[in-house]
Structure formats: C-alpha cells, structure tokens
C-alpha cells in the first residue's frame, strides 16, 4: 500500500472515531493504528533478521529470482524473496546483485527505492565453447 494512502486512512479512521464516539473513539482509533505500525514494523525486523542470517548476495536460484521480481517492488519485498542481503555494486547507487552456486547473477536497479530494472546473467558453459556445431553423436 502507497504510505499517503495508509496516513490518509488512518486519519479518517480517527476522524471516524471522533465522530461517532468522541474522545473515546479518537483512543480506539489512535490504538488501531499504532498497532497497525507495530505490525509493519515487527514484519520488517523479521525480514531483515532472516536476510542477515544467510550469506551476503547469495540466493538459491538465480533463475527463480529472476521469475519472481516485478516492476515496483521495494525492496523489502525482494528481500522477502531472496532471503539474503544483496552485494551493493560500487560506482552505481541504488544497483544490487545476487548470485547462486551455479554462477548466474541477478543485478537489481532501485532508483527511489522500487524496483525499477533487472538483468540476468549466465555464465559461460564450457561445453558451448567448445565444438559448437558437432552433435555429440557424430564420429
């Protein structure tokens, strides 16, 4: 949720409840909203606790991540997918990269902190470089 919309609706909400109830209903809404703070923030400390246990820029599977981000992700919620911090790229602010075992790289760009652009890269196999045009049964 966009956070001038959760402000907007929590001001009504205490609207709303000096309204109808008058003092006590301004303190029934003000205890709903900083419970619904509580609740953002608890989320948030648990991501960043789980990323921060698992090795830096390191996610299983490259290709998989690579499916699961969508434009305007923040990055808390790639954090949610990747389960691991990323390796901020020196020279380019707001630019992350991942990478698994197998070697393939996923490189995020962050520009206002929403996931604008991302690229894949592969590595070299070894068996391409070599005779790339026999077939593996061919003498």
Request: charged share 15%.
């Amino acid at each position: 949720m966009n956070r001038y919309v959760g402000w907007i609706l929590a001001a009504i909400f205490v609207a709303l409840g000096w309204r109808l109830y008058g003092w006590p209903g301004i303190g029934m809404a003000a205890s709903v909203v900083v419970f619904w703070l509580l609740l953002q923030f608890n989320r948030t400390l648990r991501v960043m606790q789980n990323a921060g246990r698992a090795p830096v820029g390191l996610v299983p599977s490259g290709v998989m991540l690579n499916a699961r981000l969508k434009p305007g992700m923040t990055m808390l919620e790639i954090l949610q997918v990747t389960k691991s911090l990323g390796q901020e790229l020196p020279g380019q602010p707001d630019t992350w990269e991942w990478r698994d075992q197998g070697g393939v790289t996923v490189t995020v760009s962050l520009p206002g902190g929403k996931l604008q652009s991302w690229h894949l890269t592969r590595p070299d196999s070894p068996a391409e470089n070599e005779d790339s045009g026999r077939s593996p049964a061919s003498p």
